[in-house]
């Protein structure tokens, strides 16, 4: 019967105490920081969806004579005044031609050169 009792009176200490941690939140601060969790994770999910298309990029080589500029830009170090250049130089036999061209310098296709290709 003590034991029960101590318990009870432990249990009450103990909902007192967490009663005088919290905090009453002003509902207008609550919806700012709601705000900014939520734009935090919007950060995060399109930093998630870009890793995920330069993933499928990876694996699946770039036809050179086909690829949108949004699927351009994704290879890295391209720009899309350089994704503008590559549709307007169009075709291309060879994947090499960015580079014979000016289309690309040979830095940066040295980079992305195992993700093109050139087919018609």
Known sequence: MRAHRNLSVLAILL????????????????????????????????????????????????????ATKEQLITLPGVTGVEADRVIAGRPYDDPGQLVTRHILPKSKYDKIADRLVAKK
């Open 15 to 66: 909902f007192c105490g967490l009663a005088a941690c919290t905090q009453n939140q002003n509902p207008q601060e609550l919806k700012e920081q709601t705000a900014r969790a939520t734009a935090a994770l919007k950060v995060d999910a399109k930093a998630v969806a870009a890793g995920v298309r330069e993933g499928w990029s990876r694996d699946k080589p770039l036809n050179v004579n086909t």
